[in-house]
């Protein structure tokens, strides 16, 4: 039994690995993400937990209603109530039961306090609406780049391949011209060594995919991942969305969330103030009284309040000075929020303008290295010169290719960078 234990999370670990793996788009990956991810869960509960908080806030302006039913035995000394002996009458009166079933309801009709302080919840509803958001971007975020890694592992695994081809094909030429007496034996061994050092990069890229593919399945809390849309790697899309600094400082969930922080501490503020001032209340309570329920009669009170305080030891005042100390740290925070905002804007749009250009400028070198390689081969082939310069030429492919994925990676990257620093994350990748 105690094996049988002992076993069960390694029969679990090897099932988990049995699974197929989900084939997801970059969008797949994305909204699986949203709907699996614990702390965007949290995030909902959250705002759950302030939306109950907004009710309880209500509630003290609504009526209050309650039943009871109250059967009590009660003896009373006659002596300690008047306050002096009567000659004649007894000392206590009673027992005698007390029977009375009934209602009472109660109504604040005038509370400033109660008011802003309702108002006030229903701002930090905003508040953690915004922040959810906020930790969706994030995590789309990171998804995204999970993916992305994934894709140019994936590129790298092709552009590897393909060099390995032409190594191959190179010193099966070398071999045949050695072997027909056009080559020379130190030509095979340099096509053979290049072959062997692009199975190695081939390997090498392999292995880079398969880690990359774990940490996006880790990512998405799933047993294995593979991808669906591995030629868009090559694609460079425009960024569809505004990327000027105002329309980030409106869209950027974390200047929503502040803003709505920032009316709940101003309502805050005057719910404290409003303590200062008259309050109303109204009381009312019917029921039936008497000794026991048939000889019990109607019985009812009701009641208007008008109160207000004149000293509170500093209370008031204290809640007072404390929500304006919160709102002052709150404009210190926006302040430095708008620069971070700016400063990650800019940054984004610099490199993404940058990676552009690289892409463009590797592009075509790609296409001068691939050239190249096929010029030194015709010249290899005919004779004219040896492989060195077919390995030279094979090694600026190598480069260029290498940098054309780079480039491409980077522009993909810093696409979804300028998405995160303009609030447009989500909006960009779902859709």
Known sequence: MNKAIWLLPLALVVA?????????????????????????????????????????????????????????????????????????????????PIFQPGAQASLSVFDLSLWNRYKASKAMVDSETAQELST?????????????????????????????????????LASDLQKNGAGTRIDSLRAQVQMQNEQQRLIVAKTQYETSLYALARLLNVA???????????????FPGDSALTSAWLQRPEM?????????????????????????????????????????????????????????????????????IEIKKLLQQRHELENQIGQEVKTSQAELKAARTQVDVANSTVELAREEVSQARDRFSAGVANNIEVITAQDELARASDQQIAALYRYNQARAELARATGQMELMYTR
């Open 136 to 172: 969706r971007e994030q995590y789309v975020l990171l998804v995204v780049s999970q993916y992305l890694a994934s894709l140019r592992a994936s590129a790298d695994i092709t552009a590897a391949q393909s060099r390995f081809d032409l190594a191959k094909a190179l010193f099966d």
């Open 16 to 96: 988990q690995g049995q699974q197929p793996a989900v084939k997801l788009t970059l969008r797949g990956a994305v909204d699986l993400a949203l709907r699996q991810n614990p702390q965007i869960q949290i995030a909902k509960l959250s705002i759950a937990e302030s939306q109950q908080d907004s009710v309880i806030a209500k509630s003290g302006l609504l009526p209050q209603v309650g039943v009871s039913v109250k059967e009590s035995v009660q003896r009373g000394n006659i002596e300690t109530t008047l306050g002096k002996r009567i000659p004649g009458f007894p000392q206590h009166v009673g027992p005698f």
């Open 224 to 238: 294995a991942v593979d991808l669906d849309d591995t030629g868009t790697f090559f694609q460079t899309p425009d």
């Open 256 to 324: 929503k969330a502040l803003a709505a922080r920032m009316r709940s501490l101003e309502l805050e503020e005057k719910a404290a103030k409003a303590e200062n001032l008259p309050k109303l209340n109204v009381t009312a309570g019917y029921s039936l009284q008497g000794t026991h329920l048939n000889n019990a009669i109607p019985a009812y009170s009701y009641a208007a309040e008008l109160s207000m305080p004149l000293y509170t030891g500093g209370r008031i005042g204290a809640l007072t000075a404390k929500a304006q």
